[in-house]
């Protein structure tokens, strides 16, 4: 999830092409006119009180006003079942895991809109149907011990938690890292640890790996990930140019590789060894 530009991706044939674009037109990451429109309409002003413990982004109890049970029920009728999504494990995680805990205060109203939101350090959450449909291409079974590269708020983590025995997730910004892994162990995800470092090399303390989902785009799938499969292992990742990608699921059999293109998408870039360069690489940051 890092330089989140852009997060997510557009699917063709069945399911409705989606898009997902920067939210902010400012260094604060404020909100598009879309999704201010849809906070206005749906929630009236004064309709929700923020809770909160002083801790991480203030997401320590769940907010009072709107029903977010409903809300979530309504985003996976209309936004996962609907695009066609058919996993009842996947399903019952996206109506289980409150999204709403895993974004900022401030947008907490929006945080079942058909959207990416900002989530601080120039980076978002993933639109909902985008997180359910990799994590049905990883046909996942539950005793699987599954790599995540690119952790952000942790919610990806969360939900596939619901779906794999282990979930390690890899990420490369130092404060969404700390952030997450507070905020998973706070909500009781007890088998998601978050570890900071260069996703594009995987993380190889704990390979082999049944399951690898990377929720950014690469040039090229990376070895190391490939790599660190365990045999009978899928990995799902976007391939392709910066522009625009797709969707790949790689699975290793009888020591071969076997890759299937899924369905076009766009994400943010991965940034790293195995990745694409920083952006400010010829200059004094990274």
């Not at 978050?194 to 996703?199: C, P, R, T």
């Not at 290793?252 to 195995?274: D, M, N, Q, T, Y």
């Amino acid at each position: 999830m890092d330089f989140a530009r852009w997060n997510g991706g557009f699917a063709y044939g069945s399911v409705k092409p989606i898009i997902h674009r920067e939210l902010g037109h400012s260094a604060s990451g404020g909100l598009s006119k879309r999704v201010r429109h849809f906070i206005h309409r749906r929630f009236p002003r004064d309709s929700f009180v923020s809770g909160g413990n002083g801790s991480g982004n203030g997401n320590g109890s769940a907010p009072t006003g709107p029903n977010f049970e409903a809300e979530r029920r309504a985003m996976v009728a209309r936004q996962i079942r609907h695009r066609g999504i058919r996993s009842p494990r996947v399903i019952d995680a996206m109506e289980t895991v409150p999204r709403h805990l895993f974004v900022p205060p401030e947008h907490t109203p929006a945080a079942y809109a058909d959207s990416p939101l900002p989530i601080g350090e120039g980076q978002t959450i993933s639109q909902p149907y985008m997180v359910a449909a990799m994590a049905e291409a990883l046909s996942l079974e539950g005793p699987e011990r599954l790599l995540e590269v690119g952790a952000g708020s942790g919610y990806q983590a969360a939900v596939l938690s619901r779906l794999a025995r282990e979930v390690i997730a890899v990420e490369t910004q130092p404060a969404l890292a700390d952030t997450s892994r507070e905020r998973l162990a706070r909500l009781g995800f007890a088998n998601a640890r978050v570890e900071q470092g260069d996703g594009s090399l995987g993380w190889p303390a704990d390979a082999p790996y049944d399951a690898i989902l990377v929720a950014a785009g690469a040039p090229a799938v990376p070895q190391p990930l490939v790599d660190q499969l365990a045999e009978g292992g899928r990995l799902v990742i976007p391939v392709g140019p910066a522009d625009h990608q797709e969707l790949v699921r790689v699975t290793k059999k009888e020591g071969k590789i076997i890759r299937e293109a899924l369905f076009a998408c766009r994400f943010v870039p991965l940034i790293g060894s195995h990745g694409w360069p920083s952006p400010s690489a010829g200059s004094t940051e990274t």
